[in-house]
């Protein structure tokens, strides 16, 4: 089974010192200060692509959009066990919504043979989730999101379990060739080995542009989008809300007063 | 010239610190209460080929260079010291004696199935009245009908006593050249018969590393079982022993950095006289020290691990690696349970197990005296 895996680079919020500040085109935000990893949900994506492939064999694609800089997320999925990958670089993609960054992700899979398409079920970015789903249209092939389970049931058709409210889990049959957005905690992801890092730097990273991926350039980028994002902002603080100061210690102090008060505990 | 990291070593190192911070940092203190050896962790560490960095492919390992093995040592070493020396152990004193002066047929039947991880290697030099000056070693070994019968006591040997040890390969006095003794280095298989493994010590630090005394009485191993040339055991254990002082400066240095980093932290947050105590140059400026001696620290450190890599000499460098890093190290974990007060002398905050996994880093792999011994007679003196 031939597998395609879909991959965002995303600045690393699980530090506690990430400050995000917007940039000065209000449609950004600084990025200087960030580290970058990979977007959690993708790394469960490219866990259940790999576990699948050990399993059935067959070949992973990883496809990636973004700057040489993400070479390093790319890189990883491949130390991991993918076999090839293709990166979708120029500077026209920037401001894509869901849908022109779907038609993109569809363009890089014009050449490649594939079963199935898996991508997180939501960035923790920009928070769409609507990628994978956009995907699966522009394919013309079925889709299931928040899929956490995945098993084969024959080369034409997989047992899918969604999960839902109450970890209630919704097992579906869907047919091949479709797209999958997968939600985190359905494996481990590994971690690579060293052996897995150093082949990873002899397998290939296509790179299409623009003009590699067919499309024109009203199809890409905000141009190519249907929801334009104007501008972010922060929100300002309200009246109502109360900031508690002090070190953890005196703060858990504080609020547990507040409760007892207000009769809540 | 180049300070960068090469992208295949920064790869890695990222992977090795997740690792680190998701797996070990949690489990940590609890292996440390209860003194438990981790096998799983370890199983997981070699999966990722971390029991067998720099010994090459053919034999199981990795294949990696000394930069990649230290900067995965620092990493885990930031997490747990315990689990720091179980690996740098293991690959120094365990694996290379075998990979340098074993035969093809003892590389495949004992180095292989080290350098996967799936079994631990260990290295007994020290003996009761052999510590710092190793050529005193009683440990006797006599040829016999074709075998070594071996008789005498090491002490402190890492990794010797656990569920997996595969082989411990020890120095003997294997006769006398000259009215001098001949000491040569034998590896002696775990569970041989004549060869017991004492409890374990109650160690100040280091809580989950295995650390036993050993004592041979007629154990009997295979005339094959001697390492290399018979009379050559002191050269190949001094050339065993600089390597291994990149992994002790290597572990100093994620020590180090788990000191500081922690401080800094605890410096922010705690409020003393109505502001943090950060905020007091008595308590910024060691902060601002650790900084400067975690970096030279590592400096001191990569520079002797990429001497080696590159075939030259680096015994001197490893020396200097490990004398500066172990003793900063050392301070380090002053400071940090100084800036945490009462706090940093109660086990709830690491800290307090990060100073008692310091001092032996000053001891172990050479004492800082035999360091500056080592040095001082370098500079003719
Ligand atoms: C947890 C742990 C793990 C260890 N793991 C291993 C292992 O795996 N394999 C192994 O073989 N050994 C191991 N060791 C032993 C370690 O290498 C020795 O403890 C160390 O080399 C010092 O020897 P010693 O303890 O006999 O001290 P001594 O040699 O008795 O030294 C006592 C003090 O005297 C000083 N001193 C000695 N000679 C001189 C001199 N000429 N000039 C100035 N000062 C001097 C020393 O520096 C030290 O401060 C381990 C030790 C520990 C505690």
Redesign the interface.
């Given at each position: 089974m031939n597998i395609v895996v879909c991959v965002k680079q995303v600045p690393d919020t699980s530090d506690p010192d990430t400050e995000v500040h917007i940039d000065g085109t209000g449609k950004g935000v600084d990025q200087g200060k960030f580290s970058f990893v990979i977007n959690d949900a993708d790394n469960f994506a490219v866990e259940e692509a790999i576990l699948l492939k050990e399993k059935h064999g067959g070949e992973v694609t990883v496809v990636n959009i973004g700057p040489e800089a993400a070479n390093?997320v790319i890189?990883?999925a491949l130390?991991k066990g993918g076999d090839s990958a293709v990166r979708l670089d120029d500077e026209k993609f920037a401001y894509s919504d869901p849908v022109a960054t779907a038609r993109l992700l569809a363009s890089a899979l014009k050449d490649v043979e594939y079963d199935l398409v898996m991508t997180g079920c939501l960035a923790t970015d920009d928070g769409y989730g609507a990628v994978g789903i956009a995907l699966a249209q522009l394919l013309g092939v079925p889709h299931a999101a928040y899929a956490k389970t995945v098993e084969v049931v024959d080369d034409k058709k997989l047992k899918v379990g969604r999960e839902l409210e109450g970890g209630l889990l919704e097992m579906n049959e869907i047919e091949l060739p479709c797209v999958l957005a997968i939600q985190t905690g359905g494996n481990e992801p590994?971690?690579?080995?060293?052996?897995g890092?150093?082949e990873?730097?002899k397998k290939e990273i296509k790179v299409m542009d623009l003009a590699a991926t067919g499309l024109s350039e009203d199809q890409v980028g905000e141009a190519g989008s249907v929801a334009v994002m104007t501008q972010y902002s922060v929100p300002e603080v309200g009246e109502l809300a109360e900031i508690l100061e002090?070190?953890?210690a005196?703060t858990a102090g504080k609020l547990a007063g507040i409760l007892k008060e207000k009769g809540l505990v | 010239m180049d300070y960068d990291l090469t992208e295949e070593q920064r790869m890695f190192q990222q992977m090795v610190r997740e690792f680190a911070d998701n797996e070990v940092a949690p489990v940590t203190d609890e292996l440390d209460e209860k003194g438990e050896f981790p096998y799983e962790l370890q199983a997981k560490m070699a999966e990722m080929g971390l029991f067998g960095l720099p010994i090459p492919e053919e034999y199981g390992g990795s294949g990696a260079g000394l930069v990649t093995y230290a900067l995965a040592v620092e990493e885990i070493s930031r997490a747990s010291a315990s689990l720091g020396i179980t690996m740098a152990a293991h690959t120094s004193l365990g694996c290379l004696p075998i990979f340098f002066f074993g035969s093809e047929e003892q590389k495949q039947e004992w180095l292989v199935p080290m350098a996967t991880g799936e079994k631990l290697g260990a290295f007994g030099l020290t003996e009761p009245e052999a510590g710092s000056d190793a050529g005193a070693t009683k440990t006797a070994a006599e040829l016999k009908n074709g075998q070594w019968v071996i008789n005498g006591t090491k002490c402190f040997i890492t990794n010797s006593g656990t569920d997996i040890t595969s082989v411990i390969t020890i120095t003997a006095v294997t006769g006398k050249i000259g009215g001098k003794k001949e000491i040569s280095n034998i590896v002696v298989p775990a569970g041989t018969p004549g060869f017991t493994v004492s409890p374990p010590y109650r160690k100040m630090g280091w809580h989950s590393s295995d650390t036993h005394e050993l004592s041979f009485s007629d154990c009997r191993v295979p005339e094959s079982n001697l390492l290399g040339g018979r009379g050559d055991g002191f050269k190949q254990f001094l050339k065993v022993l600089d390597c291994g002082r990149i992994g002790v400066a290597a572990l100093s240095v994620g020590m180090a950095q788990a000191c500081l980093d922690e401080s800094v932290k605890y410096a922010k947050s705690r409020v003393q006289f109505g502001q943090p105590i950060g905020r007091n140059q008595g308590i910024s400026f060691k902060c601002a020290d650790m900084l400067v001696e975690v970096e030279l620290s590592r400096n001191a450190t990569i520079k002797a691990a990429w001497l080696a890599d590159q075939k030259r000499d680096y015994s001197r460098e490893a020396s200097i690696a490990k004398l500066f890093a172990s003793e900063a190290a050392m301070r380090a974990a002053s400071s940090a349970v100084q800036i945490h007060g009462g706090y940093g002398y109660v086990e709830d905050y690491p800290v307090c197990r990060i100073f008692r996994d310091s001092k032996i880093l000053e001891i172990g792999e050479g004492t800082s005296e035999v360091q500056r011994i080592v040095l001082s007679r370098g500079l003719g003196l």
């Open positions: 390093q890189r990883m130390a590994r971690y690579a080995s060293f052996k890092i150093r990873a730097s002090g070190d953890p005196e | -």
